[in-house]
Each structure stands twice: as C-alpha cells, then as structure tokens.
C-alpha cells in the first residue's frame, strides 16, 4: 500500500494498440493525424534506449521504426513481394537505400517477419501456419535474416538501429539458442566495431532478460549458455590482454 502501480503493464497494452494501428492502417492519413503519429518518435526513441521493461523496449523499437517508414509508403513502383524471399530481396535493397524512412521499413518488415516465424530445422525458419518443408517459397535461411538485422544495427539513425534491435530480439524468440549464441559472437569479437557491439549488447541483454522473467518456450539449452560463457570470457580476455574491452 503506497506504492506506484508499475507503469509498464499499461505502457504494453499502449503499445500493442499503437503497434496494430501502424499494422493494419499502412496508407497515408490526414496531415494531422501523421503529424500526431510523428510526433510519438521521440517518445518511443526513449522508451526503446531507456526504459527498465524489455518487452516495452522491444515494442517501441519497432513502433518508431513503423512510424520512421511511413514517409517511406509513397515510394512509386515497387513491386509486392509475393513470397518470403522476395521479401527479403526487397530489404536488402532497401537497406541500402540512402533514405532512412526506406531503411526504417526495412528493419520493420524483418521484425515482421521474425514475429510471425518459427524454428523449421538447424537452418532455416518457417513463416506460422505453414507446414516447414511444404513449399520452400515459405522457408528462408536463419543466417541471411541474421545478416539483414546485423546491417540494419549499422545505421546512424536512432529509429532505424532500434528497430533493427527489435527485430534481433525477434528473431531470437524464434529460435533462442541460434539467437543468443550469434550475439555473444558478436559482443565477444574485438573485431567489432564498438558501437556495434553496444547495440548487438543492448538486444543480447534484452533477450537475457526475457529469459529471467520466467517466459515458458524460452529456455536456453545448457550447452548454449556454457558456448556463451566462453565466450564472453575469451572475448574479455582478449581484450584486457590488447588494452582494450
């Protein structure tokens, strides 16, 4: 008695209202409702770097990128995509892109992806509520997804990188073991780049955390957590050795 309700339960619910509204209604609105969704960027920038609840942050990484990619939607002949691989051909092209709202919807539609996947086999992923293995259009390499999240991590701009984050963690919900050994390959490795690291670190924390708070689906093989602990401890080590972390 006396204490503050936690925030976050509400913050979900927000969230998930917010998120189904980007979701479901893609097309242009009014000059004042885009504003009024514009303006919810900032906001969500900080709840995603900020905020204590991993599931609030995860949510507003992918909202923020959502609401980046909308002044993308105008963007005249482009294609469909009709299966999951042309998809991803299209993020990939986007990715490159040298407008942010593009590369913003890019990282959306892999947390998308990621959201609505399954684990098929030690290679590949499977969209839900297909059979694996019944048309191979549906099933897509796990390392090329991993490979499109990692270069969205790359991006200067905030909306962008943060989705990305949400999409790693995504991914790693799908297949958790994949998941966390790929980013303690990453964080461990001097030969990332620091502010990569910091960001690949951010998810891995995130994904870890999820984990502690008793998810049932999410447990991590024992094998998988001794392969991280080493190396994370190789990694400190090497650096502490080279003068540098």
Same mark, same amino acid.
């Not at 999951?84 to 990715?95: C, F």
């Not at 086999?121 to 549906?138: Q, Y």
């Not at 270069?151 to 297949?175: I, M, N």
């Given at each position: ?16 209202? +917010?998120?189904?509204? +980007? ?9 004042? =409702? ?34 980046? $990619?909308?002044? $993308?939607?105008? !963007? ?30 890019? !990282?959306?539609? +892999? ?56 999409? +790693? ?32 670190? =951010? ?18 093989? =024992? ?6 602990? =080493? ?15």
């Amino acid at each position: 008695e006396g204490q503050e309700a936690d925030p976050a339960p509400l913050l979900s619910i927000a969230l998930g209202i +917010l998120t189904a509204i +980007l979701e479901l209604g893609e097309e242009k609105r009014d000059e004042d =409702e885009e504003e009024a969704l514009q303006s919810l960027a900032p906001a969500l920038v900080r709840l995603a770097e900020e905020y204590y609840d991993v599931e609030v942050k995860e949510m507003a990484g992918h909202a923020v990128a959502m609401i980046g $990619a909308r002044r $993308a939607d105008t !963007v005249d002949g482009e294609k469909k995509a009709e299966t999951v691989g042309e998809m991803l051909d299209q993020v990939e092209e986007d990715l490159k892109s040298r407008s942010p709202p593009i590369r913003a919807k890019a !990282v959306a539609n +892999l947390t998308k992806l990621a959201r609505t996947a399954v684990k098929a086999n030690d290679d590949m992923i499977s969209v839900v509520g297909e059979e694996p293995g019944d048309d191979p259009r549906k099933l897509v390499p796990r390392d090329r997804v991993l490979g499109l999240i990692l270069e969205g991590l790359q991006d200067e701009e905030s909306y962008v990188y943060l989705g990305a984050v949400a999409a +790693l963690t995504a991914l790693t919900d799908c297949d958790v073991n994949f998941g966390l050994l790929a980013m303690s390959d990453v964080v461990a490795s001097r030969k990332t780049d620091p502010m990569m690291r910091t960001k690949v670190g =951010e998810a891995f924390g995130m994904a870890l955390r999820r984990r502690s708070d008793d998810h049932d689906g999410f447990s991590v093989e =024992e094998s998988v957590v001794v392969a991280m602990t =080493e190396r994370l401890v190789a990694g400190v080590r090497s650096g502490a050795e080279g003068g540098a972390i």
